[in-house]
């Protein structure tokens, strides 16, 4: 599956590693803002010049 917002990508990609629905991991709004997460994220596919390392912990995963 894939999603238009980084943040729910995240969630769809640790419930995948996890074997678990998305419904029964916590949200990710526990460990990070998510709306800030996602405009992150698209400022830097917007430009060219910018690098985006971002880094995590959520549920045992980095």
Request: aromatic share 8%.
């Amino acid at each position: 599956m894939e999603s238009e917002h980084s943040s729910v990508a995240v969630v769809e990609a640790v419930a995948a590693a996890t074997n678990r629905d998305l419904f029964s991991i916590p949200p990710l709004y526990e460990q990070v803002d998510p709306d800030a997460l996602d405009r992150l994220v698209t400022a830097a596919e917007t430009d060219a010049q910018r690098t985006l390392h971002v880094s995590f912990r959520y549920e045992g995963w980095k």
